[in-house]
């Protein structure tokens, strides 16, 4: 269900976020599909709140992803989130849903403009990463936001899973301004556009491999 708004300078705003509108924060946001939320998501929000100094991360889903195919509905992804997504430092937001805007670019200039004196960090899987270059105005969007691409290899990975994230397009174009692993505190305070790679033990869910086991159950289900 879309959230109440408010309007505010000539513009639909709405009325809860996932946090304040007022305050000096560091916040995280983690964009996604989360069709369906699941233990892999977790971690990167775990993960992104140890190494990275956040005040809080929030959720934000995608009303739909235009680099995938069709998502669930969207009221019953936001409610899912909602449900399992807990914890005194996380959030959910339908931001993307209440103002209408499907590109990340859109409504974070919105929110830039909002909320001008917290600091914010864009919290990607390293798999949006490899394809960020795809993305509406890429470049544009690292130019307002630091970025914590998250992996999630075991440690033999490790060297080949920071290959691939130097060798995308968006890890290429964006080489110099990469921070070492160790400084992912440092990440919200400098200036855009700059990125880190963190890497954490090996989580092999994905939204992929939960969703065809979904489809088999109930296809078994239909069958018997």
Not at 26 to 54: C, K, M, N, W, Y
Request: hydrophobic share 40%.
């Amino acid at each position: 269900m879309m959230r109440a708004a408010i309007r505010s300078k000539g513009e639909r705003w709405p009325r809860q976020v996932g946090f304040g509108l007022h305050g000096r924060q560091t916040i995280g946001l983690f964009g996604g599909s989360f069709d369906p939320f699941h233990e892999g998501h977790a971690h990167v929000a775990r993960l992104a709140l140890q190494r990275l100094g956040l005040s809080r991360l929030v959720f934000v889903p995608a009303r739909g992803n235009p680099l995938k195919q069709g998502p669930s509905a969207f009221a019953g992804r936001l409610a899912r989130l909602q449900r399992e997504a807990r914890g005194s430092r996380l959030g959910v937001s339908a931001l993307e849903r209440s103002l209408g805007l499907p590109y990340t670019i859109d409504w974070a200039r919105r929110l830039m403009a909002r909320r001008p004196t917290s600091r914010f960090v864009l919290v990607l899987g390293g798999d949006n990463w490899a394809n960020f270059h795809r993305w509406r105005n890429w470049k544009g969007l690292a130019a307002l936001f630091p970025i914590a691409v998250i992996a999630r290899p075991g440690e033999h990975a490790r060297v080949s899973a920071l290959a691939k994230a130097r060798l995308s397009r968006a890890g290429r174009y964006f080489r110099a301004q990469r921070l070492d692993d160790d400084q992912g505190r440092l990440l919200a305070r400098g200036p855009a556009p700059c990125w880190i790679w963190l890497s954490g033990p090996l989580n092999a869910a994905s939204s992929t491999a939960l969703r065809a086991q979904n489809s088999g159950q109930e296809h078994g289900r239909a069958q018997g």
